[in-house]
């Protein structure tokens, strides 16, 4: 898929990287349409569940583009704003239908992250693979999955789903675990992909794609946790 995916950007004449913040709403669309399945605010559907969610995401995702990229060649309008706008109003309907947040959760992720994310911030400038416009927010979004995963499992009894975090989190009795395990594997990637892949366009759609592995699932468990507990 993401081998076709490259191909669609270089046919568009356009780089994934610059869609890292356009692509957002899109992000929050597919996750909060699963949160609000999650706490009984939307109907148990194949298209809100896994994985019909990412399938309607990701067409209307692919169909918004080639709209945004369409309108830039006939309008001048730049692409990307006309994609981040898109990407907002279909995202209206989710947001309308939120009903309650609770700040308690709220407050503990967004702390978590913040403390986790502040040290690599302030090394941006200093190490080589965060000077990358793309490699510090990749790290984040990781590190705010990591965040809810933390906040979920230690303060509310949730349980992880994956095998490895799962058998981590039961070794170390907490599942702080994620933390160092999501920074070396996402370091190690970037690190990977920043030295052997030489064109732009799989480079920049390589992260995307690892931005987008991180930040949905962290939206999802976010909005999630803010909305039923």
């Not at 490259?6 to 356009?14: A, D, E, G, N, S």
């Not at 502040?118 to 990781?142: E, G, Y």
């Amino acid at each position: 898929a993401i081998l076709i995916i490259i191909r669609m950007f270089k046919w568009l004449k356009k780089d994934p990287g610059d869609l890292f913040l356009a692509l957002v709403p899109f992000i929050f669309f597919g996750s909060s349409a699963r949160a609000l399945v999650d706490n009984g605010l939307y109907p148990l559907t194949l298209l809100l569940v896994t994985p019909g969610i990412y399938v309607l995401t990701g067409l209307t995702t692919i169909i918004a583009l080639i709209l945004s990229v369409f309108l830039e060649k006939k309008t001048g309008w730049d692409y990307r704003y006309s994609l981040f706008t898109l990407g907002f109003v279909i995202c209206v309907p989710n947001l309308l239908t939120i009903q309650y947040i609770n700040p308690v959760p709220l407050l503990q992720i967004l702390g978590s992250w913040a403390i986790i994310t502040a040290p690599f911030v302030l090394l941006r400038d200093k190490w080589w693979i965060l000077k990358d416009k793309f490699n510090l927010s990749i790290l984040a979004a990781h590190l705010l999955d990591a965040s809810t995963t933390f906040v979920a499992v230690d303060f509310y009894g949730y349980g992880e789903q994956h095998v490895l975090p799962n058998f981590l989190t039961q070794l170390v009795d907490t599942a702080a675990v994620m933390f160092p395990l999501k920074i070396t594997v996402i370091l190690a990637a970037l690190y990977i992909i920043d030295t052997n892949v030489e064109d732009k366009t799989t480079r920049n759609m390589l992260k995307l794609a690892i931005f987008i592995l991180g930040l949905a699932p962290g939206l999802r468990n976010f909005l999630s946790l803010i909305m039923g507990s």
